[in-house]
Nanobody
């Protein structure tokens, strides 16, 4: 089992920055990729960024150039640096971890609220 604990959310003005952290506990040796998702009110959960154990990353088009995903080495904390925030980035941000390199993620955090004011 793996437990994920997110932190770093909050209220920020448009154009500002936040850094989210996701700490992983438990059988982290079994994890090969981690990701950040977000869900805004009335919308479906969507992938923001993902990173593999080897450090390969990918991003949703709507955050490219603004957000950066990174991880500690050894692999027990993943970060999401969010710059140039927009009101449309307002959402609950969730950390996810997967044992396989493809398919659904196996573990999820409780989420952290990010609110961007205009």
């Amino acid at each position: 089992q793996v437990q994920l604990v997110e932190s770093g959310g909050g209220l920020v003005q448009a154009g500002g920055s936040l850094r989210l952290s996701c700490a992983a506990f438990g059988s982290i040796f079994s994890i090969n990729r981690m990701a950040w998702y977000r869900q805004a009110p009335g919308k479906q959960r969507e992938l923001v960024a993902a990173i593999t154990r080897s450090g390969r990353s990918n991003y949703a088009d709507f955050v490219k150039g603004r957000f950066t995903i990174s991880r500690d080495n050894p692999w027990n904390t993943v970060y999401l640096q969010m710059n140039s925030l927009k009101p449309e980035d307002t959402a609950v941000y969730y950390c996810a971890a997967g044992r396989l390199y493809v398919g659904a993620y196996d573990y999820w955090g409780q989420g952290t609220q990010v609110t961007v004011s205009s």
